[in-house]
């Protein structure tokens, strides 16, 4: 099944949420089961979602319903893919962080929502707050990625069926609050291209930076790839028509919705100096704002720096910093791939990395420790 590139085809795709988790979303609402988004977004954000009997019913329907794994569902290729993501794990999550999300704040109409809900940007010069959002993303990267995620009750389905609810949350919220949210000119919030589109960075836009960094992706490795997170996509709510099956379709979707939603927007702009700031903020002694801006500029080129207000740059310490990063990419594939034990050292040193940075930028660092009464005074 081909993508469709009929524009008014993507345009009626930006009236369309995800009817099933808004029904979902608004039952829960009417029966009283919560009175605010706050309480929502603790319930999602807070708590595992395979929930005991207390469980109000249009909760259970949805996972229930939900979690149902599609018809062409392989697991032979997602156990390829997560191991894939083991091998690629930190220079994917740098490609994420210079490529994929940039790419999502290019879209002028789908920055809106982003910025509008404040869960992305930087309060004044707090970075913190942007750090955990941003993580979440990573996180949820992670998840899905992770080996064994979609077997039964698995890290990756319970976090896209949270993930979905909270945008299913986003749009309810955002409608039905004092600011008036122009549909007609924005479309629904999280829209069924905007969905399609970030998908295709996830998948398509990874392994294109991957391999902009050096790294060697088979054709079985990237088709894998791309159907671990055509899996994700079909669980996220994302309509079966929208998803692409592999890689070439996947990157006809990518460029139709860059060319008809790239533009630029100063929400996009705000979003991307969150980034910065943000990836800063991690190694303030090794990442220059400037470095940071250049690479990002390398990662998406000038018509998605153009539409997220960063200028490109070079020079000889930027040259040579390029060919450094793809010299030594390069040699820790190759022996990765030609020696089974150096490869078996460096999944495990890779997997371990990102856990433990993803534990330490969390709210999951470790147990709170209660102080004891008595000291309390």
């Known amino acids: 099944m081909k993508i469709s590139l009929d524009n008014a085809y993507w345009d009626l795709q930006r009236q369309i949420g995800d009817p099933f988790a808004d029904t979902t979303i608004e039952r ?11 309480e929502i977004m603790t319930l999602l954000t807070g708590n595992k979602l395979f929930l005991p009997e207390s469980t109000p019913p249009a909760l259970k329907e949805y996972v229930l319903q939900a979690s149902i794994l599609p018809e062409w569902f392989d697991p032979e290729k997602i156990k390829q893919a997560e191991r894939i993501s083991t091998d690629f794990g930190l220079v994917g999550a740098f490609v994420l ?5 940039p790419e999502c704040y290019a879209l002028h109409r789908g920055a809106q929502v982003l910025h ?8 004044k010069t ?15 990267a992670s998840s899905v990625m992770q080996q064994g995620g979609f077997t039964e009750n698995g890290r990756a389905i319970e976090a896209i069926l949270k993930v979905r609810l909270i945008h299913a949350a986003i749009r309810y919220f955002t409608k039905n609050s004092p600011a008036e949210w122009d549909v007609t000119e924005l479309g629904v919030p999280i829209n069924q291209e ?31 790839f791309v159907h ?3 899996v994700t996509a079909y669980l996220l709510g994302i309509t079966p028509e929208n998803i692409p099956m592999d890689f070439e379709q996947s990157g006809i979707l990518h460029r139709k919705i860059l060319a008809r939603q790239a ?20 190694c303030p002694s090794i990442i220059t704002r400037w470095f940071t801006t250049h690479l990002i500029h390398h990662f998406v080129g000038e018509k998605v720096s153009n539409a997220i207000g960063i200028s490109s740059g070079t020079s000889r310490f930027i040259e040579s910093a390029e060919k450094i990063l793809h010299k030594t990419i390069n040699i820790f594939t190759t022996y990765e791939q030609s020696t089974p034990l150096f490869g078996k050292i460096m999944r495990w040193f890779t997997h371990n990395v990102v856990k433990a940075v993803l534990a330490h ?3 999951r660092k470790s147990q709170q420790f209660q102080v004891p009464e008595s000291l309390t005074g």
Not at 116 to 123: D, M, N, S
């Open 97 to 101: 962080l210079c490529k994929s999300l």
């Open 116 to 123: 509008a809900t404040g869960r992305l940007i930087a309060h």
């Open 28 to 38: 829960l609402i009417a029966d009283g089961s919560f009175s605010s988004a706050r």
């Open 194 to 224: 905007d969905l399609a589109f970030t998908l295709t960075t996830f998948s398509y836009s990874v392994i294109i930076g991957s391999r902009m960094a050096g790294i060697k992706v088979s054709h079985n490795q990237r088709e894998n």
């Open 263 to 282: 533009g630029y927007s100063p929400e996009g702009e705000d979003l991307t100096k969150s980034l910065v700031e943000f990836m800063h903020y991690l």
């Open 126 to 140: 707090v970075v913190a707050p942007y750090i955990h959002r941003i993580m979440e993303t990573l996180q949820f």
């Open 228 to 230: 671990m997170w055509a």
């Open 361 to 363: 930028y969390s709210d």
